[in-house]
């Protein structure tokens, strides 16, 4: 049988503000953009830099902990599997997308990278999340 893995580790950081919902029987999602910065000295020998990016989505309590303490350009640490998605758009074009879910997400920084409105707290928060995150075996995403 050969061998099969999907396991994903990335650090970058948020494009925008996590988009936190509540789905299905009260099952919370985040979704939130990460950019991925890669440097490299080219054919030419410039120093070039290219950027990826990701959709990140995590359930559960991560997700509820990424909606309360993370916000655009927080640098961040993702423990995860690639997801491939399908589906029509409403002109009828098939789209597809391959997004990372997440299954620790590791907040990088502390108070000095932390909002306004999360600084007084960031303490409490950062020893909140030392345990090991959701674990997709105990949480299905469906």
Request: net charge neutral; glycine share 8%.
């Amino acid at each position: 049988m050969p061998l099969m893995l999907n396991s994903v580790h990335i650090a970058g950081n948020l494009t925008r503000d996590p988009e936190v919902k509540i789905v299905g029987e009260n099952r919370t999602v985040a979704s939130f953009g990460l950019a991925i910065n890669r440097r490299y000295r080219g054919s030419d020998g410039q120093q070039k830099e290219e950027t990826c990016f990701l959709e990140i989505e995590c359930w559960g309590r991560q997700a509820e902990l990424v909606g309360q303490f993370l916000t655009k350009g927080r640098n961040c640490l993702i423990e995860g599997s690639l997801q491939y998605q399908q589906w029509t758009d409403k002109n009828n074009n098939k789209r597809s997308q391959v997004r990372v879910l997440a299954q620790r997400v590791h907040f990088i920084g502390g108070a000095q990278q932390a909002s306004p409105r999360v600084q007084e707290s960031t303490q409490t928060a950062e020893q909140e999340l030392a345990p090991a995150g959701v674990n997709y075996e105990d949480e299905p995403p469906f």
